[in-house]
C-alpha cells in the first residue's frame, strides 16, 4: 500500500534520493561484534533498503543505533518508508528519537554518522519530518519531529 498525497511525494522522495547507494556488508553495516549486531547484520543483509520486510523492521524497531555511518545511512530510508506506510507504527517513537539526539553529547558517534548524507539525502530526511509533523496530533511526535529537522539542518 502506497501513502497518498504528501506522503507519496515524500515517498518519492526518499527512493530518488537513496536509489543508487551501495548496499554496505559487513562492518560497514553495523561494526559492533556481538550477537545483537550480528543478528542486525543477518536480518537487513539480505534486503534492499527499499524492500525490508516489515516483520523485519517490526524486529529491529531499535536497532538504528547499532548501525554504521554506511548503514545508518543506507538504511535508514527503510524506516521512514515503514512510517509513511503505517505513521502509527510503533517503531516511529524510536525512529524520531534517534533523529533528534543530542549530536554535542558524543560528536565522536554522530559527526560520522551525519556527515555520509548527500544534500540530497538530507532533504528527503527534512520532507519526511515535515509529512510526520504535519499528520501528528501527538505533540511529543511534532515537538521531537522539530528537534530532529533542526538536527538534520545542521547536518548540512
Known amino acids: ?9 515524500v515517498r518519492d522522495a526518499i527512493l530518488r534520493a537513496f536509489g ?4 554496505p556488508r559487513g562492518a560497514e553495516l553495523a561494526p559492533h561484534q556481538c550477537d545483537e ?13 527499499d524492500q525490508v520486510p516489515d516483520e523485519v523492521l517490526d524486529g529491529e524497531y531499535s536497532s538504528l543505533p547499532l548501525l554504521g555511518p554506511l548503514g545508518l545511512q ?3 530510508p ?7 506506510k503505517q505513521p502509527a507504527w510503533f517503531g516511529v517513537e524510536n525512529l524520531l528519537y534517534h533523529l533528534n539526539a543530542d549530536t554535542s553529547r558524543k560528536p565522536e558517534y554522530w559527526a560520522p554518522r551525519l556527515a555520509v548524507f548527500t544534500s540530497q539525502q538530507r ?7 515535515a509529512w510526520l509533523e504535519s499528520i501528528s496530533s501527538d505533540a511529543t511526535y511534532i515537538s521531537e519531529a522539530i528537534g530532529a529537522r533542526e538536527v538534520w539542518k545542521q547536518a548540512a
Open 74 to 76: 543506507y538504511y535508514l
Open 78 to 84: 527503510a524506516y521512514m518508508l515503514r512510517a509513511l
Open 123 to 129: 532533504a528527503a530526511g527534512l520532507a519526511f519530518l
Open 37 to 49: 549486531c550480528d543478528e542486525l547484520r543477518n536480518n537487513l543483509s539480505s534486503h534492499r533498503f
Open 20 to 23: 543508487s547507494l551501495e548496499q
Open 1 to 9: 500500500m502506497q501513502p497518498e498525497g504528501r506522503g507519496g511525494e
